[in-house]
């Protein structure tokens, strides 16, 4: 046997209230119409005040441990861009949580990829024997940072969390990682960034300019990265498996915006049912954009046991992953 890490729990948790797009043209010049051709998004949810990522990440990872039938696990990891506090870390809060004091607790910060690279991590960290168990999370609260008069992204971003268990097991049972393409381009920093508030800024002595404290996106620039890195990175993760992508069951991408994943299955050549989306009911969600779609395919009965999947992110960094599983047996999702 060949020591693997094995998705064995999948939780997420949306909060409640929910933001349509009418909703957003009654305060924003855009419409209905607009958002739904250009991004495919619906409505998206919201958290109210008073409840940070740390909080929708705690309540993900409940559902998580229980849809793995455990309550303790030996690290926990928060992938997130909007932390509780720049400092410290989100990860240490969400494991008391949960019970889990004294357990091994940090976030990985790679924006929408962020998630990828967590549960790059978390496997690393068990098949390294580091950890006989996982809970990676991927949790964002966007709308905390958003420009509120900036209609181009206010549109686009969701808040939310998901997040899966992993346990020790063999690589070649059902739902084990098979293998992960991490990438990056920080030549790429101004495309997606929160220019102000870092030290950067502070240490320039200067006042952050109006507005950096907020998201910043160039759309277009960052619409064609997202579609030549995610599909390199998925041919990357398959030829390494000496897969090609008309073996993928399904793709589990990140979901910027389905223009972005309808371009991205038409150069793999993958038929638009093998590609999971969900953005028109949950928006761009960051790090907890992939666990979220990943339930979606599992409670649509789309995702079944053995196929192969693969998972694929782009963002902020620039940074971009893909990782290979074979999708597990007997996995029961539990949604919030
Ligand atoms: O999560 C990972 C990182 N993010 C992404 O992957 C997002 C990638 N980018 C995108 O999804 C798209 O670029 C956007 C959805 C952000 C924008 O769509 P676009 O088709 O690239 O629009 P654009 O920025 O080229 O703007 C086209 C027009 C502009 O008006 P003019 O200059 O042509 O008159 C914008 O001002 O659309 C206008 N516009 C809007 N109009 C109505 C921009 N946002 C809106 C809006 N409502 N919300």
């Known amino acids: ?41 619906g409505r998206r949810h919201i958290a109210s005040p008073g409840m940070s990522t740390g909080h929708l990440a ?17 690290v926990v990891i928060v992938a997130t861009s909007t932390p509780d506090r720049p400092c410290p870390a989100t990860a240490p809060v969400v494991a008391s949580a949960l019970g889990l004091t004294g357990t091994g ?49 206010r549109v686009i971003f969701g808040d939310g969390a998901g997040a899966v268990v ?33 030290s950067e800024q502070r240490l320039s002595g200067t006042e952050a300019a109006p507005g950096d404290q907020y998201f910043h996106m160039d759309g277009p620039q960052v619409f064609t990265r997202a579609v030549r890195y995610m599909t390199g990175s998925v041919r990357k993760v398959l030829d390494a498996a000496a897969l090609a992508p008309e073996d993928l069951a399904h793709l589990v991408p990140h979901q910027a915006n389905v223009r972005i994943l309808d371009t991205c299955a038409r150069e793999l050549g993958l038929p638009a049912e093998r590609v999971v989306k969900n953005i028109d009911r949950v928006g761009n969600t960051v790090a907890a954009s992939i666990p979220l779609a990943l339930a979606a395919g599992a409670a649509d009965g789309r995702l079944r046991a053995g196929d192969p999947v693969v998972l694929t992110g782009f963002g902020g960094g620039l940074t971009w992953g893909s990782a290979l599983l074979t999708w597990p047996g007997g996995l029961t999702v539990i949604d919030g």
């Open 166 to 198: 992993l346990r020790a097991g063999d690589r070649a049972e059902e739902g084990a990682l098979r293998g992960f393409d991490l990438g990056s381009d920080g030549t790429g920093v101004d495309l997606i960034t929160v220019p102000g508030g870092g």
């Open 105 to 153: 607790a940090f976030d990985v910060a790679a924006v929408c990829t962020g998630f990828v690279y967590a549960l790059a991590t978390a496997a690393g960290l068990i098949t390294g024997q580091v950890a006989d168990s996982a809970l990676v999370i991927g949790a964002d609260t966007f709308s905390t940072i958003l420009d509120p008069r900036d209609r181009t992204t």
């Open 1 to 41: 046997m060949t020591r693997g890490a094995i998705l064995s729990g999948l939780g997420t948790w949306l909060p409640p209230q929910v933001v349509t797009n009418d909703m957003l043209s009654s305060e924003l010049d855009t419409s209905d119409e607009w958002i739904r051709t250009r991004t495919g998004i």
């Open 58 to 74: 705690t309540e993900a990872a409940r559902r998580a441990l229980k849809s793995a039938g455990t309550d303790r696990v030996d």
